[in-house]
């Protein structure tokens, strides 16, 4: 009696294995309901099963099959098409890390890889005649609706993303037929208010939670994103619309992240409500969602401002700068909950993304570099890249990172708008944000040289006079320079766009009262580029390059002295560059001959040197021979060339002269300023 149930177990397996051959060998013939019930079946198959079914699915997506113009002898093969993807799908379910993969899985994955010139041309296929059709076929027995349509043709794409590796041919971003397909799909899902838009019987990625098709759009792209294949990009800017409009895709995509998060936190849902887990990281599902998505959103503002400069600055002009910012400190808060090591690598990859966007805008070429600074300054930047990294595990080169883009950030504070907004947030978060850079030597370092300069900036700034806005508020003629105007009612000067006046008739009499002059050092006093930062930073430039010299005269004087004996041809005609953000003497004064500097001139005089000469001995601002150069850090230098300015002091000292003003000096600080009362 004890050997009868293992008798009747043994015959029950032999039934099944003659049920499930009978059926593939019915499948493999052409019969469309036996395929449909393998794809059933083999959902609670282990993947060594599955292995057996490969043949079958791949075997019926023949791109010899696909019909130009579906008509009623196509429908066999179309639906045999549709239940094999269906059942590739079953299969690709099993494969969730493609790094971590049995040999089964592996064989799996490699399958569809080696079959992927069948798979793709009939994604093409059902995406074309049965989703993006405005007139889809309608015919006895093809029971394809618009949503199967897409269903299939998202997972595909999806699973591909996931295996496809895109050094072979076999991957999306080699697949360029595709390219328009999955730029539509992605504005879609960005667009789409479908809260349940995925649910197919795989449920792949669990499709089920609200923005699941962005997600999985977010990955399809992110697979067709390489700096070295720009072609998807233009496709991508192409379908979405042009410049503008793909910049505009990418702010909702992010604010949608945002909006999710504020739904699910701020309107009282706990972080840590695990209703709807993961079930290998053990996190609520909408959480790896939001860190996923937020991490691939990164990651294409990163490619695509490398690839189109154009793109790079309708982002900024959009105020992505800005969100992402906000969003990345929004999203700090839920790595706290954090439990799986493999999910906090997740995390860390999405944050370092987002930084590394924001420090390619910091040392890349862009068009208003201190437009971007100000609005990452405004956006809470110093006290979120402090927080970021002590929220994610390991995070070494974040750490890096951070200290790096605090580096940068001390850069700008020479200009005037910069510091201003600088010094707010550090009033604001200095004390929690001392905490938080303990943490890490390198990142402390440069966050205490950065609170140095901005003290040491504020504090000489605070003793420029309100009235210094001479340029900006006032006509510059010196008879009608008591009346203050709207900026918008002076114009500017053309050569040096520093001066300003009322009428034409001012700026005749200014030219011939001096600033004939003037205008030239005016001009090389704000560099090449005119930048209206730096024209309204100039005195705050002259301070600051005073008070440099007067703090460190005697290590100039001995400098100069081995400048001259490197350099006898030109005992007095070196010059001083100054470096303001420099950490130490050494770095921040070097002596050079003359010659290296005559590109700061390109419209002066033809000696020009002897005159700026002249003018700083008569003026008495410095023991120098020559007036002294200010190195400026304003963004990507194209040219090996770095951004100079001729002295700031000595210029302003000159255009108040020329005019027959008291250019005053503080004895202590040799700074130059006008006041009202010198009139």
């Given amino acids: 009696m004890s050997s009868a149930p293992p008798q009747r177990q043994s015959e029950d397996g032999h039934t099944f294995a003659r049920v499930i051959q009978f059926m593939i060998n019915k499948a493999a013939s052409g019969s469309i309901k036996e395929l449909d019930g393998l794809c059933n079946i083999a959902q609670h198959w282990k993947p060594e099963q599955l292995l057996m079914l490969l043949p079958v699915f791949y075997h019926h997506l023949d791109p010899a099959r696909i019909p130009d113009v ?37 064989t799996i994955a490699d399958n569809l890889i080696s079959n992927w010139h069948r798979c793709h041309l009939w994604v093409n296929f059902f995406y074309r005649h049965f989703f993006a059709s405005s007139n889809p076929a309608r015919l006895p ?35 360029p037929s595709l390219h328009p397909i999955i730029s539509q799909l992605w504005c879609m899902a960005v667009n789409s208010k479908d809260n349940d838009f995925l649910t197919e019987a795989d449920k792949v990625m669990g499709s089920k939670e609200q923005g699941a098709f962005q997600e999985h759009m977010s990955y399809v792209v992110q697979a067709c994103l390489d700096v070295d294949h720009p072609s998807f990009t233009s496709t991508l800017i192409h379908v979405a619309g042009g410049i503008r409009a793909m910049a505009s895709i990418a702010f909702k995509y992010i604010r949608n992240i945002r909006c999710l998060y504020r739904k699910k936190v701020v309107s009282g849902q706990s972080i840590d409500d695990t209703t709807s887990c993961d079930s290998v990281f053990g996190v609520p599902r909408w959480q790896i969602m939001l860190i996923n998505c937020f991490g691939n959103c990164a990651n294409l503002l990163f490619v695509t401002s490398q690839q189109n400069c154009a793109l790079r600055e309708a982002y900024i002009d959009r105020n992505l700068v800005a969100i992402i910012i906000y969003t990345l400190r929004d999203l700090c808060q839920l790595s706290l909950t954090l439990k799986h090591d493999d999910f906090a690598k997740h995390v860390k990859k999405a944050f370092e993304d987002a930084l590394g966007y924001i420090a390619l805008l910091m040392g890349g070429p862009v068009d208003d570099l201190v437009a971007v600074i100000c609005q990452a300054l405004r956006a809470r930047f110093l006290s979120t890249i402090l927080q970021a990294h002590t929220c994610i595990p390991g995070a070494d080169a974040a750490e890096c990172l951070n200290a790096l883009l605090i580096t940068a950030l001390r850069s700008y504070l020479t200009f005037d708008k910069v510091l201003r907004i600088a010094g707010s947030e550090l009033d604001a978060d200095e004390k929690s944000l001392d905490a938080i850079a303990q943490r890490d030597t390198d990142l402390l370092q440069a966050w205490n040289l950065f609170k140095k300069d901005v003290r040491r900036f504020l504090d000489l700034r605070s003793q420029i006079p309100a009235a210094s806005i001479f340029f900006d508020r006032q006509c510059a003629a010196v008879h009608n320079s008591d009346e203050w105007h709207p900026q918008w009612d002076l114009f500017q000067c053309a050569r040096c766009t520093v001066a300003r006046y009322c009428s034409r008739q001012c700026q005749n009499i200014d030219w011939d009262q001096g600033h004939r002059m003037a205008c030239k050092y005016l001009k090389a006093a704000i560099g090449p580029n005119a930048s209206r930062y730096i024209r309204r930073s100039l005195f ?140």
């Avoid at 009623?72 to 590739?88: N, Q």
């Avoid at 029971?143 to 999806?158: F, G, H, P, Y």
């Avoid at 301070?543 to 290590?555: G, R």
Wanted: glycine share 4%.
């Fill in 70 to 106: 579906v008509t009623s002898r196509d429908v066999r093969s179309i639906m045999l098409a549709r239940y094999s993807l269906k059942g590739v799908l079953v299969t690709l379910n099993r494969v969730n890390h493609p790094r971590e993969l049995t040999q089964a899985l592996q």
């Fill in 141 to 175: 027995g093809l029971l394809i609706t618009r949503s199967e349509a897409l269903k299939l043709v998202v997972n595909m794409l999806m699973r591909m993303s996931l295996i496809g590796d895109p050094q072979t041919p076999q991957s999306l971003i080699n697949t």
């Fill in 540 to 679: 705050l430039l002259a301070k600051i390059e005073d008070a440099e010299i007067q703090s460190h005269q005697e290590f100039i004087s001995q400098l100069l002295v081995t400048a001259q004996a490197e350099h006898p041809e030109f005992q007095d005609r070196l010059v001083l560059e100054i470096d303001p953000v420099a950490e130490g003497p050494t770095d921040k004064f070097k002596f050079k001959p003359v010659s290296n500097y005559l590109h700061i001139f390109p419209e002066a005089s033809e000696r020009p040197w002897q005159v700026a000469s002249k003018w700083n001995q008569s003026t008495g601002l410095h023991s120098l021979c020559l007036p002294p150069v200010l190195r400026i850090h304003e963004g990507y230098e194209i040219t090996n060339q770095p951004n100079l300015l001729f002295s700031p002091s000595t210029a302003l000292r000159m255009a108040l002269k020329e005019h027959g003003l008291d250019a005053r000096v503080n004895d202590s600080a040799s700074s130059v300023y006008y006041t009202g009362s010198s009139l």
